[in-house]
């Protein structure tokens, strides 16, 4: 099974961690960031990885290389300027031959949610698109999405005010696409957000959602990045 890991931000949240270093590999616990994420997909079975990186993109080739130490076919694609999550991922598959399934993934997320459980769903849905929820105290700060009884996704609303809130899920940034997905998108060296550009395009076309429990956290502040170190060393 393949994945694309998007790890092309610069990380200004996490700065000065990130002032030098790029994000994907500043240490947590000791060991670069994204080994956790690597290691996490290898046991559910991905063993093709592509990053795609810009920001300070060479210093993480310099630290994981071809990914054999960890199991693991690791590629890269080197975006030329940003593209944005959808951006990224058109960029992609021009660069290298994606799979006609894979996952995507945000590269700032710690999580050790079911990928097993949602490729199963994923399958058997006969979906073109699934995304992981997972449940917050707060949605109000990421955007809740709205499932019906069969999961299918009926709507995503960013920012929602409390009395629109009527579910705790968001998205977890763990998608599993197919690769048809990007015949609608727009063209390559676009711009374009995944998540507010493509997904709505897709609601009754193919798009559900897949609400799962497990450890989870954007790791994309300092305040995070601290719990998260925590939460490994306890």
């Given at each position: ?10 990380g ?7 002032s030098?270093?790029p ?6 616990a000791?060991?670069?960031f ?5 290691e996490w ?5 991905v063993?093709d990885?592509?990053?795609?990186c810009?920001?300070?993109a ?5 630290v994981l290389?071809?990914?054999?130490d960890l199991?693991?076919r690791?590629?890269y ?9 959808g ?20 590269g700032?997320v710690?999580?050790?949610l079911?990928l ?15 995304i992981?929820?997972?449940a917050?105290?707060?949605p ?8 019906d009884?069969?999961?299918?996704v ?10 629109e ?7 977890a940034?763990?998608?599993i696409l ?6 609608g ?7 374009i957000?995944i998540?507010r550009?493509v ?7 193919g798009l559900?959602?897949f ?8 790791i994309?502040t ?11 060393l306890?």
């Amino acid at each position: 099974m393949q994945a694309l890991i998007l790890a092309g931000g610069e990380g200004t949240r996490l700065r000065p961690l990130t002032s030098t270093m790029p994000k994907p590999v500043v240490p947590l616990a000791n060991r670069p960031f994204i080994t956790f994420m690597l290691e996490w997909l290898l046991r559910h079975g991905v063993d093709d990885v592509i990053l795609s990186c810009g920001f300070l993109a060479d210093g993480v080739r310099r630290v994981l290389g071809d990914g054999a130490d960890l199991g693991i076919r690791l590629r890269y694609v080197e975006e030329p300027r940003p593209l944005g999550t959808g951006g990224a991922l058109r960029y992609a598959g021009e660069q290298l031959e994606l799979a006609e399934r894979f996952f995507m993934l945000n590269g700032d997320v710690l999580c050790d949610l079911d990928l097993t459980a949602q490729l199963d769903q994923h399958e058997r849905s006969g979906a073109a698109a699934t995304i992981a929820l997972v449940a917050v105290e707060d949605p109000s700060a990421y955007g809740l999405v709205r499932l019906d009884d069969g999961r299918a996704v009926t709507e995503f609303l960013e920012k929602p005010s409390p009395d629109e809130i009527d579910t705790t899920l968001i998205n977890a940034g763990v998608y599993i696409l197919e690769r048809g997905v990007l015949d609608g998108m727009a063209p390559a060296g676009a711009n374009i957000s995944i998540e507010r550009d493509v997904f709505p395009t897709l609601v009754g076309a193919g798009l559900f959602g897949f609400p799962t429990e497990g450890y989870w956290l954007d790791i994309g502040t300092p305040e995070r990045y601290l719990q998260g170190t925590f939460d490994i060393l306890e």
